[in-house]
């Protein structure tokens, strides 16, 4: 749950860069919540009010967390674009999130380096 709460506080930077763990716990946390507003929503009704409003909420934290963790495997944020185009742009950005960051690059040192666990 720091994880989670880390990017949230971190919420609009686009500068620096993202653990892999960072991301992915993000990611875990970010679903978890996504099916707990899922069942609340199904016990309520048809309404998705509760859904739309996280998604909302959470678009551009996703977005930031995405960008630095792009930046961590030396890549520049727009690659974040390549997400767009159906089925291939899915792989690649996938392919990009599970790749090991770079020990130092131009958006700063290695985090796993600097950081103690969380």
């Known amino acids: 749950m720091d994880w989670y709460i880390k990017v949230l506080k971190n919420y609009a930077n686009f ?17 978890i919540i996504i099916v707990v507003i899922g069942v609340i929503d199904g016990l309520i009704g048809d309404s998705s009010i509760f859904g739309i409003i996280y998604s909302l909420a ?3 934290p996703s977005l930031a967390v995405g ?25 690649v950005i996938i392919y ?10 131009q958006w700063g040192q290695n985090p796993k380096a600097l950081s103690p666990e969380i």
Do not use: C
């Open 96 to 105: 990009f999130f599970v790749q090991d960051g770079e020990p130092e690059n």
């Open 15 to 31: 500068d620096g860069r993202a653990r892999r763990q960072e991301y992915w716990m993000f990611l875990l946390i970010n679903l």
């Open 67 to 91: 960008i630095r963790r792009l930046h961590d495997i030396g890549k520049t944020g727009w690659w974040i674009l390549i997400s767009f185009i159906p089925i291939i742009g899915f792989f």
């Open 58 to 60: 959470v678009f551009i």
